[in-house]
């Protein structure tokens, strides 16, 4: 049989043809039979445009139903789905898209004028597809679908996910079918499922919690997807009555508590909040708990490995760990040597399992360096474990820094202010900050007379995206350095920890 993810998904597709796979407030409902339906069409269509097994299908488009659709269909056609953030712009775009060669890039149809150059320059073919379904990609779909699916084995590729690098070159993270399905199969399981269970979907679908973890949860168990475009505390509270499952990240439960409205009577059907991306404060986490009734299931996970550990389903969730690896997962926390260290200690979390991906697309060397020789993947987060065996992450070896539930590396961001007019030299750093968890927070040394933040902020905005920008940019007249001439970012971040503490 083959491995395609498609195949697993499809059978609840066509057990449940009559049950509502996805409904959105502005336009309307799609059922099951409907999803296979649309998905039939544009997996027609990508192999009408040429697409093979193999071929990457880019896609930077607005949050849509027709976005699943066209997911499904690369599936499908055995092509390579690879998702880019909405908020990236031409300058970022452009590397994502020389390295990864796709057959096709899918937009938004305001970004055409903008993106036309570059894949023109590069080869790729451009279609667009807006949020309402409006764009010429829609426009020539066939009127019906019914080529079958490409057979797949375990070991290929369904998806490339680019993560940013500490040394400022982002890395294509290779995701296989097999990757993909049993981690599926594994949170439906242990998150305790069941017929019936309407998943209130707000996240983003070009990162793994939005597109993978939620999205196949749902599909796998034929449940009715609650399609809320982008997070909107409001509407949120609003439709929590209609759901039985939330997933988010904890700026979406630091937004939901300052709703007066939020309580138990809004929490009355639900069954169950997980929250993950980004650590969730204990604060947030005890004053959801009192004014909702529910317990948070916080979990861990990340782009190479998708869900990696998980507080249980039925047992004590506890307030800042990520609880304990999930089936068929080992996780081990380790010294810079790799050998693990005694429960209780800090150290390096590396983990092995069906779920840790395959490797850096092109960049087999890099590979290499990021695996143990027993197969073990080195995560870089700092972990540590109690007796019990519940594991909490405490800090992060790779200075990542995570903003809004999204990754932000300093030295992407250093090094673009570096190359900026009246910049000499930069330090970034997160800061705690009450509504994204972390703030990027950049400290600069001027090699001009007057200092602008607006002016630097200016020039860094159209090559990077919003969600990497400094919060705030500050000067200083020499960056603080240790004996070996190394910035202490550690001195920067106590000096100015309570930056935003009145956001």
């Given at each position: 049989m083959s491995a395609n993810l498609y195949e697993l998904l499809a059978k609840s597709f066509r057990d449940h043809p009559g049950t509502v796979a996805m409904q959105s407030p502005e336009r309307g409902n799609w059922t099951y039979a409907e999803l296979e339906q649309q998905t039939a069409r544009f997996a027609d269509c990508l192999i009408d445009f040429g697409v093979k097994p193999g071929d990457r299908v880019a896609v930077q488009a607005e949050k849509s139903p027709e976005v699943v659709f066209l997911y499904l269909a690369s599936l499908k056609t055995g092509a390579i789905f690879l998702p880019l953030n909405t908020a990236y712009p031409p300058a970022e775009l452009e590397f994502f898209l020389a390295d990864a060669e796709p057959r096709i890039l899918v937009c938004d149809p305001n970004k055409r004028s903008m993106l036309e150059p570059l894949c023109t320059g590069i080869g790729i073919s451009l279609?667009?597809?807006?949020?309402?379904?409006?764009?010429?990609?829609?426009?020539?779909?066939?009127?019906?679908?019914?080529?079958?699916?490409?057979?797949?084995?375990?070991?290929?590729?369904?998806?490339i996910l680019y993560t940013s690098g500490t040394t400022g070159r982002s890395k294509g993270a290779m995701i296989t079918h097999d990757n993909l399905s049993t981690n599926a199969q594994t949170l439906h399981r242990q998150w305790g499922f069941v017929p019936g269970d309407v998943l209130l979907h707000s996240l983003p679908i070009y990162h793994v919690h939005g597109l993978f973890v939620?999205?196949?949860?749902?599909?796998?168990?034929?449940?009715?997807?609650?399609?809320?475009?982008?997070?909107?505390?409001?509407?949120?509270?609003?439709?929590?009555?209609?759901?039985?499952?939330?997933?988010?990240?904890?700026?979406?439960?630091?937004?939901?508590?300052?709703?007066?409205?939020?309580?138990?009577?809004?929490?009355?059907?639900?069954?169950?909040?997980?929250?993950?991306?980004?650590?969730?404060?204990?604060?947030?986490?005890?004053?959801?708990?009192?004014?909702?009734?529910?317990?948070?299931?916080?979990?861990?996970?990340?782009?190479?490995?998708?869900?990696?550990?998980?507080?249980?389903?039925?047992?004590?969730?506890?307030?800042?760990?990520?609880?304990?690896?999930?089936?068929?997962?080992?996780?081990?926390?380790?010294?810079?040597?790799?050998?693990?260290?005694?429960?209780?200690?800090?150290?390096?979390?590396?983990?092995?399992?069906?779920?840790?991906?395959?490797?850096?697309?092109?960049?087999?060397?890099?590979?290499?360096?990021?695996?143990?020789?027993?197969?073990?993947?080195?995560?870089?987060?700092?972990?540590?474990?109690?007796?019990?065996?519940?594991?909490s992450i405490v800090g992060r070896g790779k200075d990542?820094?995570?903003?809004?539930?999204?990754?932000?590396?300093?030295?992407?961001?250093?090094?673009?202010?570096?190359?900026?007019?009246?910049?000499?030299?930069?330090?970034?750093?997160?800061?705690?900050?009450?509504?994204?968890?972390?703030?990027?927070?950049?400290?600069?040394?001027?090699?001009?007379?007057?200092?602008?933040?607006?002016?630097?902020?200016?020039?860094?905005?159209?090559?990077?995206?919003?969600?990497?920008?400094?919060?705030?940019?500050?000067?200083?007249?020499?960056?603080?350095?240790?004996?070996?001439?190394?910035v202490q970012k550690n001195l920067l971040r106590k000096q100015h920890s309570a930056l935003y503490d009145n956001q």
């Open positions: 279609f667009t597809l807006g949020a309402d379904g409006s764009g010429d990609l829609n426009g020539i779909l066939p009127p019906s679908g019914g080529l079958p699916v490409i057979p797949r084995e375990g070991n290929d590729l369904a998806a939620a999205l196949h949860c749902a599909l796998l168990n034929a449940s009715k997807m609650i399609w809320i475009q982008k997070f909107d505390s409001k509407l949120v509270n609003r439709k929590l009555q209609e759901a039985t499952v939330f997933m988010g990240v904890p700026t979406h439960y630091t937004r939901l508590l300052t709703e007066d409205s939020f309580g138990t009577a809004n929490c009355a059907h639900m069954r169950l909040f997980i929250s993950g991306s980004a650590p969730l404060l204990s604060e947030t986490f005890e004053q959801f708990r009192q004014r909702s009734g529910h317990t948070i299931l916080e979990r861990y996970g990340m782009t190479e490995a998708g869900m990696i550990t998980s507080n249980p389903y039925s047992g004590d969730r506890l307030a800042g760990s990520v609880g304990f690896p999930l089936d068929g997962v080992s996780a081990r926390v380790c010294d810079e040597e790799g050998r693990e260290l005694e429960d209780g200690k800090i150290g390096t979390l590396e983990i092995k399992g069906p779920n840790v991906f395959k490797g850096y697309w092109k960049l087999p060397e890099k590979t290499l360096e990021e695996f143990r020789e027993d197969g073990f993947f080195i995560t870089g987060d700092l972990a540590c474990r109690d007796l019990q065996g519940y594991l990542l820094i995570i903003s809004g539930g999204l990754n932000v590396y300093p030295k992407e961001v250093e090094d673009r202010l570096n190359h900026l007019d009246g910049v000499q030299e930069s330090a970034v750093f997160g800061l705690p900050h009450p509504d994204f968890g972390e703030a990027v927070t950049a400290i600069i040394v001027s090699n001009q007379k007057t200092f602008s933040e607006s002016e630097i902020l200016d020039q860094l905005r159209p090559l990077m995206a919003a969600f990497k920008l400094p919060k705030r940019i500050l000067p200083i007249s020499e960056l603080p350095r240790n004996s070996m001439g190394k």
